[in-house]
T-cell receptor, first 115, second 109 residues
Framework: DTEVTQTPKHLVMGMTNKKSLKCEQHMGHRAMYWYKQKAKKPPELMFVYSYEKLSINESVPSRFSPECPNSSLLNLHLHALQPEDSALYLC??????????????FGPGTRLTVT | AQRVTQPEKLLSVFKGAPVELKCNYSYSGSPELFWYVQYSRQRLQLLLRHISRESIKGFTADLNKGETSFHLKKPFAQEEDSAMYYCALRMVSGSRLTFGEGTQLTVNP
């Protein structure tokens, strides 16, 4: 299995809702990433997990809460989001976040709409 | 701080014509450079990285440290090359990928 999978594909939520995005990989990668991508813009890094520990938080608002329950799974918990948080949320993984030469594999993304 | 610049937001060429997508970077150390491609309704995927010096789908890119550039080239563009192309940089010690703003390539028949 050489893919990163993400669920759900689409999510519509109100500003008072709590929801979660899920990302999974079975390539034995030890680094996992969350990105946010607005239309016609490049991905913006949000979080990096390395060996199940949070290693980078790009000053993301606390209404986004990442979780890495094990080396194959990455969640993003959402609470009290704003309409401007509507975007495509991408998950990626790589063999190791600290070593050069390892590419990041991206999932298809979850299209989030906040109403 | 590191920065990646792709000067062209949009690039349009005819099928069979050569194509060059420009990428310039600023970084004081020794970077790792990548080209990622995003076809319509598909996931972002790696096209090339400078370390491997390979040719993928007829595309090549050479790292020019003097000019701090990593331009993507293909001698004969095909319609299926139409996509959004992102140049990206990773620092020596980092896990962080810094992306350029992207170039939307359209290859016309």
């Amino acid at each position: 299995d050489t893919e990163v999978t993400q669920t759900p594909k689409h999510l519509v939520m109100g500003m008072t809702n709590k929801k979660s995005l899920k990302c999974e990989q079975h390539m034995g990668h030890r680094a996992m990433y969350w990105y946010k991508q607005k239309a016609k813009k490049p991905p913006e890094l949000m979080f990096v997990y390395s060996y199940e520990k949070l290693s980078i938080n790009e000053s993301v608002p606390s209404r986004f809460s990442p979780e890495c329950p094990n080396s194959s799974l990455l969640n993003l918990h959402l609470h009290a989001l704003q309409p401007e948080d509507s975007a495509l949320y991408l998950c990626a993984s790589s063999q190791d976040s600290r070593v050069r030469g390892y590419e990041q594999y991206f999932g298809p993304g979850t299209r989030l709409t906040v109403t | 701080a590191q920065r990646v610049t792709q000067p062209e937001k949009l690039l349009s060429v005819f099928k069979g014509a050569p194509v060059e997508l420009k990428c310039n970077y600023s970084y004081s150390g020794s970077p790792e450079l990548f080209w990622y491609v995003q076809y319509s309704r598909q996931r972002l995927q790696l096209l090339l990285r400078h370390i491997s010096r390979e040719s993928i789908k007829g595309f090549t890119a050479d790292l020019n440290k003097g000019e701090t550039s990593f331009h993507l080239k293909k001698p004969f563009a095909q319609e299926e090359d139409s996509a959004m192309y992102y140049c990206a940089l990773r620092m020596v010690s980092g896990s962080r990928l810094t992306f350029g703003e992207g170039t939307q390539l359209t290859v016309n028949p």
